[in-house]
């Protein structure tokens, strides 16, 4: 079984940054992309970036220009790293896995940005 790990959330202040982390159970090369999920309350989950087992990287409007997502091969880890955060960004983060055969999911972590 696949197991991803989220870390990294906590509450900051509107204009702050923060850094997520998400640590697989092993590599992340084996995954055809691996991408970022939020959802506040009474909102539909939102991908909102990705990156492929390339490097290739893709964003979401709505985040483009303030979040960066990356990795680190060696110690099984994708990042989001979160600059410039606006209240409408408080969400439940969630890291996702894609294989050919199916989705993986991890807890989540809660980003709280306060006005």
């Known amino acids: 079984q696949v197991q991803l790990v989220e870390s990294g959330g906590g509450l900051v202040q509107a204009g702050g940054s923060l850094r997520v982390s998400c640590v697989t159970s092993?590599?992340?090369?084996?995954?055809?992309?691996m991408g970022w999920y939020r959802q506040a309350p009474g909102k539909q989950r939102e991908l909102f970036a990705t990156i492929t087992s390339g490097g290739s990287t893709n964003y979401a409007d709505s985040v483009k220009g303030r979040f960066t997502i990356s990795r680190d091969n060696a110690k099984n880890t994708v990042y989001l790293q979160m600059n410039s955060l606006k209240p409408e960004d408080t969400a439940v983060y969630s890291c996702?896995?894609?294989?050919?055969?199916?989705?993986?999911w991890g807890q989540g972590t809660q980003v709280t940005v306060s006005s």
């Open positions: 092993g590599s992340i090369l084996r995954f055809i992309a």
């Open positions: 996702n896995a894609k294989s050919s055969v199916a989705n993986y």
